[in-house]
């Protein structure tokens, strides 16, 4: 019963490097979401895919792209690793659309130093 | 810009006392409300949520929540609260109905003995 896996939990990158987050889901969900939380700033969203080969823009895309080539998995790619990228990131799955609950990794904690 | 807020960053308490955990969001025609909880090293997960119906609505380990569409609030609460209950708690909102998920700040409960 593996709901959303997210993969690696830690890592530490420098400045300018880039890096893959992996996420895979197994319940079938056809939206997926990636999300980053800063202390006491809540939840930002930074793409979001209503299924596989649809992506959008969240509210802060920049530095960041992804891509669905599959209804399972969504990663999160950083091209040119910035200080304010450090953060943990989440990636999401739900089944439909806004109004459905959201199934939440345990988190990719991200340092860049 | 539609918001959410969340009016209290930390709320310490005494197990078995009663919380409120306060929510507003900006005026809007038609919400989806939810709180998430979201424990040390963990994602988020549902506690409850509002689509329509009863401004009531009762969500897991006895935790419930009323919509005030007059107020534009969605306090959540509990009677009796415990030491697991120890927590970060995040309410969001979609706003017209199919809008992008906004989160709160977030307010960490702290269950004291």
């Known amino acids: 019963n593996a709901g959303v896996t997210q993969t690696p939990k830690f890592r530490i990158l420098k400045i300018g490097q880039s890096m893959t987050l992996q996420c895979a889901q197994d319940m079938n969900h056809n939206y997926m979401y990636w999300y980053r939380q800063d202390p006491g700033m809540g939840l930002k969203l930074i793409y979001y895919s209503v299924g596989a080969g649809i992506t959008d823009k969240g509210e802060v895309p920049n530095g960041y792209n992804v891509s669905r080539s599959t209804t399972e998995d969504f990663p999160l790619r950083l091209e040119l690793a910035a200080p304010s990228q450090t953060s943990v990131y989440f990636c999401?799955?739900?089944?439909?659309?806004?109004?459905?609950?959201?199934?939440f990794g345990d988190g990719t904690r991200l340092s860049i130093l | 810009a539609q918001s959410v807020t969340q009016l209290d960053s930390q709320v310490p308490v005494f197990e078995e006392a009663p919380v409120e955990l306060r929510c507003n969001y900006s005026?809007?025609?038609?919400?989806?409300l939810f709180w998430y909880v979201q424990y040390p090293n963990q994602g988020l997960q549902l506690l409850l949520k509002?689509?329509?119906?009863?401004?009531l609505v009762k969500g897991i380990n006895g935790f419930e929540a009323e919509f005030n569409k007059s107020q534009t609030s969605f306090h959540l609460r509990k009677p009796s609260v415990h030491i697991s209950d120890t927590a970060e708690y995040f309410c969001a909102v979609s706003y017209n109905q199919g809008g992008k998920l906004i989160f709160g700040q977030g307010t960490e409960l702290s269950v004291k003995p």
């Open positions: 005026s809007s025609v038609s919400v989806y």
């Open positions: 999401a799955s739900s089944y439909s659309g806004w109004d459905q609950p959201q199934h």
């Open positions: 509002y689509l329509s119906g009863s401004t």
